[in-house]
């Protein structure tokens, strides 16, 4: 039997499976091993892809593949216990769209089957192989060896196998954050009335405030074809130190919301499902992304961005993936997978890329994020003006006659308020 | 906010698990020292495990792997280094359809 | 000449996945994914033991859809050396009688098997027919509860095997070929290998067999050749209980267990 390959993809999320994908088109012998049943079957994320890096991959991409809903509005939401202020933005343009990751990840990797991928499923790797002088030759799977010239590690957020190469130190708390999310099943045209969308638009929509018990993180809710995806997402650091309650109970806390149940009230729960994401991943990134056969790729590289008003991580991986392919190719092509050809080949490129720019500039995110002020003041300060504003029994007030009182009543200076606004925007 | 609107009830989170689907190995791929959870004094698995895998009975710490949704977070916030963390083998585990 | 044997394995939904629906009265089926009855799985490891120990050739057998190809790889990925998947139209609705008339005419095809082993029963119907049926149709031999194998003599022709019953063991001798039923759970199945995966990508080991290859009469398949109806189905109506809630630490909590069923008088000894 043959044991050797060009290339072995450790991982069929969206980054392996395009990774895959590309070296298989290239000509190269590709083998995809996936832990799970089929593919998708281990795949979560919160509900919404964007969709422009995916075009430039997947030829036929807006046609063939599982798009539910196109994001035509984008919602903000700052929630003081029952009470909320939302912003809304509407666009005749939609640059991103809702699926479930289990289908997504699907289409992804029968693409990279019929590009001539061999696509192993339900096989654990245990390890990634070195030989005596440290070059990855191939991996391990329950004491069974396969071997290739490069191995490109899709394994995820969870980074068991680079943890045990010594390229990466063992996953902080500070490093990552939790998502727990529900998918209710309530019907396309109810979606459609509800969330004022046509057929085929939908509605992504970020809140924060006390739908985490006022811990740093948000919620968030996608509409899908007949679903609608809920879920929560708090910075473990934090949340080890802040957590009052069961997760569990704060998501069905949020699903059952005075002001946001009443969208669903009437649906049926279909999956529950969590992960761990990468909280910032510029501070998530492996200290090299390639070694001498090896290349790592989307959430086990640290891609994925979190501005706080939306998350980008499945376009990314699959970025990353294209990426590494594209890299394999070359790199077989010259003869040379050591580590100088493979990160000047595909970590130059990806460091130089959009995306590690925006993971850059976006790092004061931290700031923020790690603030635990910023999600019990603010929505409760804007909650308050609004309802100065709007909740009149006597004279109506200027609204810097209700910034300024509301303000005072949650023990915060016009200054103060100001300075961390300035903050805030600059950090954006 | 009285609409008059049915109030969706909380599900409980064994109620919860069972809307996911799992095919349980007979192996457990997580093991945890609980002699080592004994002397942990903040137990933050038994809050922040989403399926409430951990959980004190008389001050212990009672762990099943079954409804497992191979998040990663116990492994992550465990303060005693306890957990044995792998995933299920065989394709085994929870298998997600809708997420 | 090697030891042949071919193990039976079932297509069922996943039953954990399958939900009511109050409502309607029906049962909820959306997405609920297709797995290998998981009792057939300690006669797929069963079998894996002979050919450790006496170098038999496997094959799996399943009658089903084509969807079911991938309960195949799952079992040649545990080692199984290949399968067969018999798929037809005309063999859908087809009841236990249909169904094990089909399989056992696969054997017949099959023809040179030594023992044919099945699970005790599937999750899916748990009628624990098809194995005492195939003994039937093929006039064979027939063990059920069999939990382990302890020897196979090639030259006299005869198996020796355990079974397990809920008070006693018992050992049987069995002329092969024989028709095994393997107690359910009564084995650790092993996990799926890689190089084992590898083979159902680089060795095509799975073949689909249409009645063209069986040529059996269609009156004697399908909804046709299945006598069995379903005259009707109830659901058990809940029983009024009690439903007390005692508190407290388990090792006090049980203390008053005890009690309160000793008060009902309902424990087999003396309080």
Redesign the interface.
Known sequence: ??TKFDVIVVGAGPAGASAAYTAAKRGLKV?L?E????A??????GGRVYAAPLREIYEGFDKEAPIHRWVRKERVSLVDG?RMVTVEYESDQAASFTT???QLTSWMVDRAVNAGA???????VDSILRDGSGRVVGID??G?R?YADIVIDAEG??R?LLEKLGLVEK???SQ?A?G????IKIGEDKINERFSVAPGEGVSWVLVGAVTGGMPGGAFIYTNKD?V?IGLVVY?ET??EM???????M???L??H??L??L???GD????????TPESGYRYMPRKLAAHGLMVVGDAAGLLLNTGYTFRGVDYAALSGHMAGEAAVKALEQGDVGEENLRSLYEKPLLESFMVRDLRRHRGIEWFMSNPEFFKKYPALAAGVASKLFDLEGEAPTLLDALRSSAKEHGLSMFRLAMDMFRVVRKL | MSTGEAKPKLIRVEDLLQRTVYDVDHRAHIVVDSEKCAKCPKKPCTYLCPASCYVLVDDRIVFSYEGCLECGTCRVICPMDAISWNFPVSGKGVQYRFS | MSLKVVVGIKWVPNTQAVRFDPKTGTLIREGVPSIVNPHDLDAVELALQLKERYGAKVTAISMAPPSAIKGLEHVIGMGIDDAILVSDRVFAGSDTLATSYVIAQTLKRIGDFDLALFGQETIDSSTAHIPAQVAGWLELPYMYYVDRVEEVDEKQRTVTVRRMLEDRLEWYQLKMPAILGVAMKSQKPRPVSIYNKLRVRMENPIQVWSNKELGLDPRCLGLKGSPTLVSKVTWTPEVPRKKQVIEGPPSEAVKKLVEKLCEEGVLPFEC
């Not at chain 1, 729960?269 to 761990?276: P, T």
Request: a neutral charge; proline letters at 4%; glycine letters at 6%.
């Open positions: 039997m043959e083998l091993v832990r799970g049943r089929g998708g079957s281990k795949q979560v994320f029952n479930y990751l289990t061999v696509f192993v499923d339900e096989v654990r799977s329950g069974e396969v957020v969870n068991l996953t902080r708390p990552v939790l727990v999310k529900e998918v679903t995806s473990l949340a080890v957590v009052e309650e069961p997760i569990h109970v998501v069905e806390k699903r059952t005075p002001a149940g009443r669903w009230a009437d729960v279909m999956e529950y499902a969590a992960r761990l």
